[in-house]
């Protein structure tokens, strides 16, 4: 795409001439990211009990429906950032999400004052449940629509939107002012999550359902009014293309050019790349793919400029080595999925609903907030191994980053195992206690047993988090440019939303065979006559399974390039590697 002279110029120097951009508009960014964070965090963790009380729906159903929930969300992210980069902008992109959130929340709110729009409640007292009509269901799966739709263009678009603001290559400070706002903003990110699973949840335990979906709505409100009132003062640069659609004309222009033989010996001179690229040919992996850059007839495929006339047909070398990255990227980063699987233990909730939450006589901490465990230990790990850890390590190991980011991985992924082995053992332990005290057929009775029993298993799945999925990150890194440092998050994206597909299927295929010719169900709602765990066991055995996988892996991964720098793109800056860790944190 061709770039319009004057516009680079007012983005170099808008810093220094001209009232737009900079830092006064940060505030305005962040606090519409932290709003949307905020609402949309706080409604997940109780959503599950909105669901099972209202809709007529069991605890597996509610499961899968929130899975799926979530998964959408992630996935539009990717198509977010696509659409925000290739057609409308950043800024559009953010108004759009932050309105559309907004309606989203407005719409689930309803649910709670209308009663048309959700069914009444099985009581104790009443024989006949309304069931659940095809415009209520609709009315609840709108909303989980638009907030979905809302999340995925805010959320890649809105850092992207603020360093916008902040971009200024004559600005010998600039790196460290986009290193501050880097900081400021997922420090806000945090707050705002953590303030999410406790204080909004909070409110729904004690306030009811209309003021715990009413606060989110109105944080909405406040997002996309302060959005708003900063419009006048943003820089809003026009798309430039997405990554994606080069990986889609590296895929098409190899199919289109299936005829050429790949095993013949072409000079330099016949492959088409960029004037200051220092790769002056294909490597030879994935050689079925070097098709795509090959000049077959330069006056049919050149324009008299030098450029591509149909991108679609002929693609630079360094996309093509782009894309190969990408497919040697999908093995490894593969096995991170089952440990986010993992991760997204169904009726958990039910389980810390069980047990007595007090920490003092008068405070109950919220079944919804536990959550908040594998946060604080993941940024406490996070902190503790680079600030503590790394340079202890460094000097046994001589990486800068203390040990390998395939290590790492395996260590967060052993973790990970004994964590679900912990929640197995948790679970037949509390289950047990239940029976014994004759609370089988009564799934709301309070045990005497403490929640803090729930404490190391979320603890640890924070820690393996932070030891495998930053290993991830980091792994990535060492592959790609760091012009691409973005697309190490859009894959951890995408790798959610698979986990997500991937838990709806598992707790729908579990509940179905487990609950055929009329057997209790493992999930079933009734947590004290189910065996969830037995599902913790069968995550248990999955995940060793991920794990021979991912010794498998390792044994066919080259090692030589774990310390940050491409083998593919020598060009990378040597600060590559001392930022990686801070992006993938």
Same mark, same amino acid.
């Given at each position: 795409?061709?770039?319009?002279?004057?516009?680079?110029?007012?983005?170099?120097?808008?810093?220094?001439?001209?009232?737009?951009?900079?830092?006064?508009?940060?505030?305005?960014?962040?606090?519409?990211?932290?709003?949307?964070?905020?609402?949309?965090?706080?409604?997940?963790?109780?959503?599950?009990?909105?669901?099972?009380?209202?809709?007529?729906?069991?605890?597996?159903?509610?499961?899968?429906?929130?899975?799926?929930?979530?998964?959408?969300?992630?996935?539009?992210?990717?198509?977010?950032?696509?659409?925000?980069?290739?057609?409308?902008?950043?800024?559009?992109?953010?108004?759009?999400?932050?309105?559309?959130?907004?309606?989203?929340?407005?719409?689930?709110?309803?649910?709670?004052?209308?009663?048309?729009?959700?069914?009444?409640?099985?009581?104790?007292?009443?024989?006949?449940?309304?069931?659940?009509?095809?415009?209520?269901?609709?009315?609840?799966?709108?909303?989980?629509?638009?907030?979905?739709?809302?999340?995925?263009?805010?959320?890649?678009?809105?850092?992207?939107?603020?360093?916008?603001?902040?971009?200024?290559?004559?600005?010998?400070?600039?790196?460290?002012?986009?290193?501050?706002?880097?900081?400021?903003?997922?420090?806000?990110?945090?707050?705002?999550?953590?303030?999410?699973?406790?204080?909004?949840?909070?409110?729904?335990?004690?306030?009811?359902?209309?003021?715990?979906?009413?606060?989110?709505?109105?944080?909405?409100?406040?997002?996309?009014?302060?959005?708003?009132?900063?419009?006048?003062?943003?820089?809003?640069?026009?798309?430039?293309?997405?990554?994606?659609?080069?990986?889609?004309?590296?895929?098409?222009?190899?199919?289109?050019?299936?005829?050429?033989?790949?095993?013949?010996?072409?000079?330099?001179?016949?492959?088409?790349?960029?004037?200051?690229?220092?790769?002056?040919?294909?490597?030879?992996?994935?050689?079925?793919?070097?098709?795509?850059?090959?000049?077959?007839?330069?006056?049919?495929?050149?324009?008299?400029?030098?450029?591509?006339?149909?991108?679609?047909?002929?693609?630079?070398?360094?996309?093509?080595?782009?894309?190969?990255?990408?497919?040697?990227?999908?093995?490894?980063?593969?096995?991170?999925?089952?440990?986010?699987?993992?991760?997204?233990?169904?009726?958990?909730?039910?389980?810390?609903?069980?047990?007595?939450?007090?920490?003092?006589?008068?405070?109950?901490?919220?079944?919804g907030s536990f959550g908040t465990i594998t946060v604080l230990s993941l940024t406490i790990?996070?902190?503790?191994?680079?600030?503590?850890?790394?340079?202890?390590?460094?000097?046994?190991?001589?990486?800068?980053?203390?040990?390998?980011?395939?290590?790492?991985?395996?260590?967060?992924?052993?973790?990970?195992? *004994?964590?679900?082995?912990? %929640? @197995?053992?948790?679970? /037949?332990?509390?289950?047990?206690?239940? !029976? #014994?005290? +004759?609370?089988? $057929?009564?799934?709301?009775?309070?045990?005497?047993?403490?929640?803090?029993?729930?404490?190391?298993?979320?603890?640890?799945?924070?820690?393996?988090?932070?030891?495998?999925?930053?290993?991830?990150?980091?792994?990535?890194?060492?592959?790609?440019?760091?012009?691409?440092?973005?697309?190490?998050?859009?894959?951890?994206?995408?790798?959610?939303?698979?986990?997500?597909?991937?838990?709806?299927?598992?707790?729908?295929? *579990?509940?179905?065979?487990? %609950? @055929?010719?009329?057997? /209790?169900?493992?999930?079933?709602?009734? !947590? #004290?006559? +189910?065996?969830? $765990?037995?599902?913790?066991?069968?995550?248990?055995?999955?995940?060793?399974?991920?794990?021979?996988?991912?010794?498998?892996?390792?044994?066919?991964?080259?090692?030589?390039?774990?310390?940050?720098?491409?083998?593919?793109?020598?060009?990378?800056?040597?600060?590559?590697?001392?930022?990686?860790?801070?992006?993938?944190?």
């Amino acid at each position: 795409m061709e770039n319009n002279p004057e516009e680079e110029e007012f983005l170099l120097n808008h810093s220094q001439n001209s009232t737009k951009g900079g830092l006064k508009t940060i505030p305005f960014i962040i606090v519409n990211e932290s709003c949307e964070r905020l609402a949309s965090f706080g409604l997940q963790p109780n959503m599950i009990i909105y669901i099972t009380k209202f809709y007529s729906m069991n605890a597996a159903r509610a499961s899968v429906l929130i899975n799926l929930w979530s998964a959408i969300s992630n996935v539009l992210s990717i198509l977010g950032a696509f659409i925000s980069d290739s057609y409308i902008g950043r800024f559009r992109a953010v108004a759009i999400g932050t309105i559309s959130s907004l309606i989203g929340m407005l719409v689930l709110w309803l649910t709670t004052i209308f009663p048309q729009l959700r069914p009444l409640p099985c009581g104790q007292y009443q024989h006949d449940c309304s069931g659940t009509t095809a415009a209520q269901l609709a009315a609840i799966l709108c909303s989980f629509g638009l907030i979905s739709i809302g999340a995925g263009f805010v959320r890649p678009c809105s850092i992207a939107l603020g360093a916008d603001q902040l971009e200024n290559k004559e600005n010998l400070d600039n790196e460290r002012l986009m290193d501050s706002y880097f900081n400021w903003f997922y420090a806000s990110v945090g707050v705002s999550i953590v303030l999410a699973v406790t204080v909004i949840v909070y409110i729904q335990d004690h306030f009811g359902w209309q003021i715990g979906f009413g606060v989110p709505a109105l944080l909405m409100v406040l997002s996309v009014s302060v959005f708003l009132i900063g419009s006048p003062l943003y820089i809003k640069a026009k798309p430039e293309g997405s990554l994606f659609t080069g990986l889609f004309q590296v895929a098409v222009a190899a199919f289109r050019k299936r005829h050429i033989n790949v095993q013949l010996n072409y000079n330099d001179d016949c492959y088409y790349r960029t004037p200051e690229s220092k790769l002056l040919k294909p490597s030879t992996d994935f050689r079925c793919l070097n098709r795509a850059c090959i000049i077959e007839d330069p006056h049919m495929e050149l324009k008299p400029d030098g450029k591509a006339s149909d991108p679609w047909s002929l693609c630079f070398v360094e996309q093509v080595e782009i894309m190969k990255c990408f497919l040697k990227v999908l093995p490894m980063w593969s096995t991170c999925i089952m440990l986010l699987v993992s991760f997204s233990q169904p009726l958990s909730i039910y389980q810390l609903l069980t047990v007595d939450r007090h920490i003092t006589p008068q405070f109950e901490i919220p079944a919804g907030s536990f959550g908040t465990i594998t946060v604080l230990s993941l940024t406490i790990w996070i902190a503790f191994y680079d600030r503590a850890l790394v340079p202890l390590l460094s000097r046994y190991t001589g990486l800068p980053t203390g040990i390998s980011s395939f290590s790492r991985m395996g260590i967060g992924l052993f973790l990970g195992i *004994v964590a679900t082995v912990l %929640s @197995a053992i948790t679970e /037949t332990i509390r289950r047990n206690k239940a !029976i #014994n005290a +004759g609370f089988e $057929d009564d799934p709301n009775a309070v045990l005497n047993m403490s929640s803090m029993w729930f404490v190391p298993q979320l603890a640890l799945y924070g820690v393996a988090e932070g030891l495998n999925v930053v290993g991830q990150i980091e792994f990535i890194y060492s592959l790609f440019p760091k012009t691409m440092s973005s697309f190490a998050a859009a894959l951890y994206t995408f790798g959610l939303a698979l986990a997500n597909l991937i838990s709806s299927l598992l707790v729908s295929m *579990v509940d179905g065979i487990t %609950s @055929a010719k009329g057997n /209790t169900s493992w999930l079933a709602t009734n !947590i #004290n006559r +189910g065996h969830l $765990d037995y599902y913790c066991w069968l995550m248990t055995f999955l995940c060793v399974i991920n794990f021979l996988y991912f010794l498998a892996v390792c044994r066919f991964t080259d090692h030589h390039h774990h310390d940050g720098r491409s083998s593919l793109f020598p060009e990378v800056e040597e600060e590559h590697s001392a930022n990686k860790r801070f992006h993938g944190a």
